[in-house]
């Protein structure tokens, strides 16, 4: 089992619906959850963060975390077509003080103007 | 002026051949990594280091060696370089906050 696990899609939205990304984790013990967006042959960049304690809203982005199932979710409000990429979900794996973000294999987005 | 840098950007070599990734950041961050991306597998971590004396191996590292020259430099290195090999390449750094900063990639092809 990947410690990190995506559903590759392509999930296509039309413009201006919600979009709404998952990710599982094994390490019962993680403690942070990250969403990078990738734009095709460019380097990933963060989108937001959240700490096991407590879900996160930035603007349109919303991620959300379910402890006792393992996973976290990213939501997209009105998306837009320059949401679409790929997002790679990560989680900080190993032990405490020498962790490394595990990456999930990421689900590419289309959002149709 | 870019935080994180790698050169080369881009790199084809023939197999067999001895081949260095380099790695700089003026982020003052203690922290860094190297990443492989290959098609339909996300980002795959090779080694990481904590601080110059502190260096690990990480989920794919054979193969690989790397050098923390100073705390702004980490390279990678491919002692003898094979097609599977084939992939692009990242380095990241990390400082006291959670997030990682992604240099842009190095597209390597091994003949």
């Known amino acids: 089992q990947k410690e990190v696990e995506q559903n590759s899609g392509p999930l296509s939205v039309p413009e201006g619906a919600i979009a709404s990304l998952n990710c599982t984790y094994s390490d019962r013990g993680s403690q942070s959850f990250f969403w990078y967006r990738q734009y095709s042959g460019k380097s990933p960049e963060l989108i937001m963060f959240?700490?096991?304690?407590g879900d996160k809203e930035d603007g349109r982005f919303t991620a959300q975390l379910n402890k006792a199932s393992q996973y976290v979710s990213l939501l997209i409000r009105d998306s837009q077509p320059s949401d679409s990429a790929t997002y790679l979900c990560?989680?900080?794996?190993?032990?405490?003080?020498?962790?490394?973000?595990?990456f999930g294999s990421g689900t590419r987005l289309q959002v149709q103007p | 002026d870019a935080d994180v840098t790698q050169t080369p950007r881009n790199r084809i070599t023939k197999t067999g051949k001895r081949i260095m990734l380099e790695c700089s950041q003026t982020k003052g961050h203690d922290r860094m990594y190297w990443y492989r991306q290959d098609p339909g597998l996300g980002l795959r971590l090779i080694y990481y280091?904590?601080?110059?004396?502190?260096?690990n191996k990480g989920e794919i590292s054979d193969g690989y060696s790397v050098s923390r020259q100073a705390q702004a430099k980490f390279s990678l290195s491919l002692e003898s370089a094979i097609p599977n090999q084939t992939a692009l390449y990242f380095c990241?750094?990390?400082?006291?906050?959670?997030?990682?900063?992604f240099g842009p990639g190095t597209r390597l092809t091994v003949l």
């Open positions: 990560a989680v900080n794996i190993g032990d405490t003080g020498r962790r490394a973000l595990t």
């Open positions: 959240i700490y096991s304690n």
């Open positions: 280091s904590f601080d110059v004396k502190d260096i």
């Open positions: 990241a750094t990390r400082g006291r906050d959670v997030e990682q900063f």
